[in-house]
């Protein structure tokens, strides 16, 4: 199947490359801004056209990669040409392809939403980290395996969801990233405070916040679980406590309760009632 695109950003431009070199047939770019086009398509050494009914005619299969907001509206340009059997995409995490594509059914194409499991941040360089991410496909039924099997071919690991649960799909990845992401900046905030430079705070959590995500994610979570919660400190999580504000203090709290049914499960001989009714109390 000939892949195009519409949208020759960071996701249109590494998605387009890695098909490209792993030997799919992709035949180029469309944007409203023409040099994006012109830049993706030198890139993936395909064409860049010059408008959607362009792409249309020459793409079986047609990757929608523009930001969330205009996915829609873009959907509206393309359904005014003639679209029976084509395949049409979007990448975004947060959006199913029914929400994305409304009335798709009357035109007689098929929906898709293919959503790399990656923080897509290069144009011209995320492109190499796609052979290690891992997708999620969710869509139309009745053309759903050939889509599975046009991503297997292109060496592109992933599971099949329901549309419905793409929200929870999305969040979970929002916990795994993002909100992360909060935490280790609060990390770096409390080294300052004892006398780091936020450079040289963010080299001193570089082993410890690697190796940990990379124990969870190979033996899971339970298994890298240490600290006070594992070990049933309360002395050490009041001292915790004492430094917080009364905000810190009720994450602090919330997140250390997650932890517990970690905590039991590595160490189910272990009696963490008294830690329970602690942070009940506190």
Not at 123 to 135: C, I, K, M, S, V
Not at 158 to 173: C, E, G, T
Not at 198 to 209: F, G, H, I, N, S
Not at 217 to 234: C, H, K, M, Q
Request: hydrophobic share 35%.
């Amino acid at each position: 199947m000939k892949t195009g695109f519409i949208g020759a950003g960071k996701v249109g431009c590494s998605l387009g490359k890695y098909l490209s070199i792993r030997g799919m047939k992709v035949t180029g770019y469309y944007d409203r801004n023409t040099e994006y086009a012109k830049e993706a398509s030198q890139f993936t050494e395909t064409k860049a056209f010059e408008s959607i009914e362009s792409i249309l005619s020459e793409s079986d299969v047609l990757f929608i990669t523009v930001p969330d907001g205009l996915i829609r509206e873009v959907f509206e340009e393309v359904s005014a040409f003639p679209i029976e059997g084509k395949y049409i995409c979007h990448c975004s995490g947060s959006i199913s392809s029914e929400d994305a594509f409304p009335g798709i059914g009357s035109t007689g194409a098929y929906e898709y939403s293919v959503h790399p499991l990656l923080a897509v941040s290069s144009r011209f360089e995320t492109y190499q980290e796609l052979t290690d991410a891992f997708f999620t496909l969710e869509g139309n039924p009745s053309h759903l395996s050939d889509m599975s099997d046009y991503l297997t071919r292109a060496g592109i690991k992933h599971q099949i969801i329901d549309p419905a649960a793409k929200s929870r799909y999305h969040l979970a990845a929002v916990f795994s990233s993002n909100l992360v992401l909060s935490l280790i900046g609060e990390g770096i905030g409390l080294l300052q405070e004892c006398g780091f430079t936020e450079p040289d705070a963010r080299a001193a959590l570089r082993t410890l916040v690697l190796g940990n995500v990379q124990h969870a994610v190979d033996s899971g979570p339970a298994a890298a679980l240490t600290g006070p919660v594992e070990r049933g400190d309360i002395a050490t999580i009041q001292r915790h406590l004492d430094l917080l504000s009364a905000e810190d203090q009720q994450l602090y709290r919330l997140l250390s309760k997650k932890l517990l049914p970690l905590a039991k499960a590595k160490n189910p001989d272990r009696d963490y009632g008294s830690l329970e009714e602690y942070l009940e109390i506190h």
